[in-house]
């Protein structure tokens, strides 16, 4: 099992990124996806995450209206279109896949988790 954060970097504020996240080693399309970040010295957070099948999605207030998560099953990849960042947003970025039909905000409750991707924000 491997789920691959990538896209990570340095961007100035008001800037764009793409993170993705390639699975492999499990049946993806029937997992839901989070992502998640966690910031020097605080807890790691739910950004967004997205369903299985029928691909509801669902953000965390902070980022709701900027970023966008997007799955596409036959690639085994999620990605998570990040616009307008803050330094806020600063933190490392990790993907998660659950065994159930639909996402959640608690990182207990997901199964697999990758490597994470260093995303800096400078304001």
């Known amino acids: 099992v491997q789920l691959q954060a990538s896209g990570g970097g340095l961007v100035q504020a008001g800037g764009s990124l793409r993170l993705s996240c390639a699975a492999s080693g499990f049946p993806f399309d029937d997992f839901a996806i989070g992502w998640f970040r966690q910031a020097p010295g605080k807890e790691r957070e739910f950004v967004a995450g997205?369903?299985?099948?029928?691909?509801?999605?669902f953000y965390a207030d902070s980022v709701r209206g900027r970023f966008t998560i997007s799955r596409n099953d036959a690639k085994n990849s999620v990605s998570l279109q990040m616009n307008s960042l803050q330094s806020t947003d600063t933190a490392v970025y990790f993907c998660?896949?659950?065994?159930?039909?639909?996402?959640?905000?608690?990182?207990?409750?997901?199964?697999?988790w990758g490597q994470g991707t260093q995303v800096t924000v400078s304001s």
């Open positions: 997205i369903s299985r099948s029928e691909a509801i999605t």
């Open positions: 998660a896949a659950r065994a159930m039909p639909y996402y959640s905000t608690v990182p207990y409750e997901f199964d697999y």
